[in-house]
């Protein structure tokens, strides 16, 4: 279906300072973006925040006002790109009257692929998405035949289907319900396990959370983090924080340790699963010491890293969670 790709050292994505102001709305400031091959890299934050308009600028699709952007080591202007970018918009568009093969034999001729190479990849894609088989081929379907799920994996497929080194996803799992996210992200990690580079905007922080090596959380047009993920958790400690869970039955022998405010300052229940926040200077090995003296059954005990969208409380607080962010998928 796709040729593995040997990444280059070289950036995939590099922004220097750019800016894109529309009247007296500063849309982009002063945004640096260096973005490494062959990983999935999430650009988050809420809605509004700058996210497609980084994107856009990013394909060339509109200039910044300042600022340079290069794109797997050439200029983003340079012509030679084209074929080698793969973009899934945000505001989704496909020929309604036409069918679904039609479409995407369309699309690839655009990207300089042969019909019939283009007609081998179109059945494997759509047997992929399971758009073939059981006895209906909605490839001959034409696109307003198709659900909203079966619409957005046929764009998706048009996105993929010129085998492009660089692919841009904004917004790629609104929308969907869980079966067709689902195939959606295990598409994006097996791309990745191909070498593509994949960058996708996202306010749905959890689902970039279990997706993404890198990130960068936007607000307000700035870059307001980003980094590795692992180094983004690892310098946002916060107040530690454990999960629990008891045996069944267990959990009243454990009351007077968690009531104790010098050592537990929140607790937040599920049954006999808790998520507790220690008190300042309390320890994690304090706590599983406490419940072992005191012989309570223990089913689980895990520290727990701050999700992402603690972390952007953390940075930007409250007032910058504008409406249509969530912490979940």
Partial sequence: ?????????????????????????????????????????????PNGAGKTSTIRLMLNLMLPDEGRIEILGKPASDPSLVNRLGYLPEERGLYR??????????????KGVATREADRRIDQWLERFTLTGAGRDWGSAKIEELSRGMQQKVQFIGTVLH???????????????PVNAQAIKDTVLDLRRQGRTIVFSTHLMDVAERMCDAVAIVNRGRIVLDGDMRDVKA???GAARVAVTFDSGSGDQAQAILA??????????????????????????????????????????????????????????????????????
């Fill in 1 to 45: 279906m796709s040729r593995t790709i040997t990444q280059e050292r070289a950036s995939a994505v590099r922004l220097s300072t750019v800016s894109k102001r529309y009247a007296n709305h500063v849309a982009v400031d002063r945004v640096s973006l260096d973005i490494r091959p062959g990983i999935i890299f999430g650009l988050l934050g």
């Fill in 97 to 110: 009257k036409m069918e679904v093969r039609r479409v995407l034999r369309f699309l690839a001729r655009l």
């Fill in 163 to 177: 085998d492009p080194e660089l692919i841009v996803l904004d917004e790629p799992f609104s929308g969907l319900d």
């Fill in 235 to 237: 310098e946002h400690h």
């Fill in 260 to 329: 104790d405010r010098t050592l537990v300052a929140e607790i937040d229940h599920h049954g006999n699963h808790l998520e507790i926040t220690l008190a300042e200077g309390a320890t994690s090995q304090g706590l599983l010491e406490r419940l072992v003296a005191a012989k309570v059954s223990i089913a689980r005990f895990d520290r727990l890293e701050p999700s992402l969208h603690q972390i952007f409380l953390q940075r930007v607080g409250a007032s910058g969670v504008e409406a249509g962010m969530s912490g979940h998928g």
